[in-house]
Structure formats: structure tokens, C-alpha cells
């Protein structure tokens, strides 16, 4: 069993970035920009946010922090996107998610123009994902893809199955593998027999938030698994995936953490440096 390592190759990730945002910086005299909102003080966001700034600050990206309060009105949230979005120095937008409940989100989303979309959360970005054309794709997701590249594991041909369909991972998630000349299986909680399914995948995703859902009954003998789910049991992390036994069948799995989560936040480094590229080119 090999051991998919997201936190090593998400140092890869950023370390690259940092010498793509030198180079870009060298040739048009301007750093790649991206800005983050945050209303209100939910704790978890705050976490986010801060790492977000963190990795932009390692990667060379410059960033644009804007704190507004949880009763910010719908206008004046509007009014900063807006802003952004006329911003050249910005090449990247990012509200941080949930919003507080009397803000219309949707409203906010749609002022983030497609080119400036670093969370590839927009209709147009999630069209163009569906039509296997260039656009940019949500990290999370993203990133599983980027640990399959670079361990070598190539979906084509392969069965895979993708347990959760949310707009955010398994529903992008489902889109890329097919890209990548998969056959996909789409599975969700009105799966009729899930055991079986995610049995015959050579390549099982689960992105379920139920902690140790997928047990070693449903995993085939070598097959690959990604486990994107976050939970927190007794003050501890933990994934979607048995890891204890399911690591004894799997040919390569991802721990939690050190697996999916940390490249989700160097995807998103790697989709605002692509922003920037497009928007010059
Ligand atoms: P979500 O929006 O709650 O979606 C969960 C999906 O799982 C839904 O499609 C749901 O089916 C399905 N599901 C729930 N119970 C099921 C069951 N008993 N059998 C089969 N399917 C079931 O969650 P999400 O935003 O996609 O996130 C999923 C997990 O990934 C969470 O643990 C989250 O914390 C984690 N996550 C991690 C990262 C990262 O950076 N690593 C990023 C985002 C999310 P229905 O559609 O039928 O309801």
C-alpha cells in the first residue's frame, strides 16, 4: 500500500508556484492578486481565511484581506465585489463560504466575474468543466486530481466511483474523472446498494462528512481511495474512510489529515496564478 502523501505534494505545489509568481512578476511588473472576503467572525472561516493569506504570502501572491462585519448588508458586500471585480490589480476573487443568513449568497457569487472566479463555483466555470473545456475547477477536487497525476495514477479505463455529489466537491469531482477517460459511477444517499457499488471501483472517492463511513466490505482488493471528507470526532480529525482497515485492501489511499485538505488550499494558489496568466495573455 503506498501512502498518498497531499501535504508533501502540496509543498511541491506552492514551491513551484513561488517560482511561476517570480516569473510572472518579472515580466509584466505587477504581482499575481487575490482577494479574500470574510463577513462576520465565524470561527472555522476565520481558520480558512488566515491560511489562505498565509499560503498566498509563501507563494509570492499578493493578497487583498477585507473584513466585514456580520451585519454588513446586502449593498455593501455587493459593493466590495463589484469593486474587486473592476480591480486589475486583483486577478482573483474568494467569498469566504457560509455567508450569514440574511445575505442573498447566490447575488454576491454572480458579481464575481468568470475570469476572476478562483473557487470554479460559477455556472459558467462548472459549464465549461461539463463541456471539458479550459476553465477553473474547484480546489478540492482539483487537487485529488493533482494526487492521482502525480502518483502516476492515470483514470482512464478505470471504474470510478464517487460517493457525494455537492456542487463544491463530488459533482466537479465526477466531471473530472470523466475528462480524464474514466467510467464514472456517481453515488449519493438515495443509492440504491452503495456497498456494491463502491465494490467494483478501482478508484473510489468519498466525499460523504460521515466519519469512517466507507468500511472494508466495500473496498475491492487494490483499489485506490481518496477520502476528501473532514470530520471532527473527540477533538480529532477524521475521514469519510475506514483508514485502518481499509488501508490493509487499498493500493494507495490518502490520509486524514495530510491528504486531500492540504491541497486544497494550494490549488486555489495555483487557479488565482492562473487567473492572472489568462488575464495578460
Ligand atoms: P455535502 O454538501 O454535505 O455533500 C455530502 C454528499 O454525501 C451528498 O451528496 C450526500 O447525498 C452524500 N451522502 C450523505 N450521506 C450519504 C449516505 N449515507 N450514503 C451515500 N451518500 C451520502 O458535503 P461536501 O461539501 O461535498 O463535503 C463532503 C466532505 O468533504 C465533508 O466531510 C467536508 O468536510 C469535506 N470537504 C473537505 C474538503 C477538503 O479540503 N479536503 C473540502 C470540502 C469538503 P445527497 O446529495 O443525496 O444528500
Same mark, same amino acid.
Given at each position: 500500500?503506498?501512502?498518498?502523501?497531499?501535504?508533501?505534494?502540496?509543498?511541491?505545489?506552492?514551491?513551484?508556484?513561488?517560482?511561476?509568481?517570480?516569473?510572472?512578476?518579472?515580466?509584466?511588473?505587477?504581482?499575481? /492578486?487575490?482577494?479574500? $472576503?470574510?463577513?462576520?467572525?465565524?470561527?472555522?472561516?476565520?481558520?480558512?481565511?488566515?491560511?489562505?493569506?498565509?499560503?498566498?504570502?509563501?507563494?509570492?501572491?499578493?493578497?487583498?484581506?477585507?473584513?466585514?462585519?456580520?451585519?454588513?448588508?446586502?449593498?455593501?458586500? %455587493?459593493?466590495?465585489?463589484?469593486?474587486?471585480?473592476?480591480?486589475?490589480?486583483?486577478? /482573483?476573487?474568494?467569498?469566504?463560504?457560509?455567508?450569514?443568513?440574511?445575505?442573498?449568497?447566490?447575488?454576491?457569487?454572480?458579481?464575481?466575474?468568470?475570469?476572476?472566479?478562483?473557487? /470554479?463555483?460559477?455556472?459558467? +466555470?462548472?459549464?465549461?468543466?461539463?463541456?471539458?473545456?479550459?476553465?477553473?475547477?474547484?480546489?478540492?477536487?482539483?487537487?485529488?486530481?493533482?494526487?492521482?497525476?502525480?502518483?502516476?495514477?492515470?483514470?482512464?479505463?478505470?471504474?470510478?466511483?464517487?460517493?457525494?455529489?455537492?456542487?463544491?466537491?463530488?459533482?466537479?469531482?465526477?466531471?473530472?474523472?470523466?475528462?480524464?477517460?474514466?467510467?464514472?459511477?456517481?453515488?449519493?444517499?438515495?443509492?440504491?446498494?452503495?456497498?456494491? %457499488?463502491?465494490?467494483?471501483?478501482?478508484?473510489?472517492?468519498?466525499?460523504?462528512?460521515?466519519?469512517?463511513?466507507?468500511?472494508?466490505?466495500?473496498?475491492?482488493?487494490?483499489?485506490?481511495?481518496?477520502?476528501? /471528507?473532514? +470530520?471532527?470526532?473527540?477533538?480529532?480529525?477524521?475521514?469519510? $474512510?475506514?483508514?485502518?482497515?481499509?488501508?490493509?485492501?487499498?493500493?494507495?489511499?490518502?490520509? $486524514?489529515?495530510?491528504?486531500?485538505?492540504?491541497?486544497?488550499?494550494?490549488?486555489?494558489?495555483? +487557479?488565482?496564478?492562473?487567473?492572472?496568466?489568462?488575464?495578460?495573455?
Amino acid at each position: 500500500m503506498t501512502l498518498i502523501e497531499g501535504k508533501k505534494v502540496a509543498a511541491e505545489v506552492r514551491a513551484e508556484l513561488k517560482a511561476e509568481t517570480a516569473a510572472f512578476e518579472a515580466q509584466y511588473g505587477k504581482k499575481v /492578486g487575490l482577494a479574500v $472576503v470574510l463577513v462576520g467572525e465565524d470561527p472555522a472561516s476565520q481558520v480558512y481565511v488566515r491560511n489562505k493569506i498565509k499560503g498566498c504570502e509563501e507563494a509570492g501572491i499578493r493578497s487583498f484581506a477585507h473584513y466585514l462585519p456580520a451585519d454588513a448588508s446586502q449593498k455593501q458586500v %455587493e459593493e466590495l465585489v463589484a469593486a474587486l471585480a473592476a480591480d486589475e490589480s486583483v486577478h /482573483g476573487i474568494l467569498v469566504q463560504l457560509p455567508l450569514p443568513g440574511h445575505l442573498d449568497a447566490d447575488r454576491i457569487l454572480a458579481l464575481i466575474p468568470t475570469e476572476k472566479d478562483v473557487d /470554479g463555483f460559477s455556472a459558467d +466555470n462548472i459549464g465549461k468543466l461539463a463541456l471539458n473545456e479550459e476553465g477553473t475547477v474547484a480546489c478540492t477536487p482539483f487537487g485529488v486530481m493533482e494526487l492521482l497525476r502525480r502518483y502516476h495514477i492515470d483514470p482512464r479505463g478505470k471504474r470510478a466511483v464517487v460517493v457525494g455529489r455537492s456542487n463544491i466537491v463530488g459533482r466537479p469531482m465526477a466531471l473530472l474523472l470523466l475528462n480524464a477517460d474514466a467510467t464514472v459511477t456517481v453515488c449519493h444517499s438515495r443509492t440504491a446498494d452503495l456497498k456494491e %457499488e463502491c465494490a467494483r471501483a478501482d478508484i473510489l472517492v468519498a466525499a460523504i462528512g460521515k466519519p469512517k463511513f466507507i468500511a472494508a466490505e466495500m473496498v475491492k482488493d487494490g483499489a485506490v481511495v481518496i477520502d476528501v /471528507g473532514i +470530520n471532527r470526532v473527540d477533538g480529532k480529525l477524521v475521514g469519510d $474512510v475506514d483508514f485502518d482497515e481499509v488501508s490493509k485492501k487499498a493500493s494507495f489511499i490518502t490520509p $486524514v489529515p495530510g491528504g486531500v485538505g492540504p491541497m486544497t488550499i494550494a490549488m486555489l494558489l495555483k +487557479n488565482a496564478v492562473a487567473c492572472a496568466k489568462r488575464a495578460v495573455r
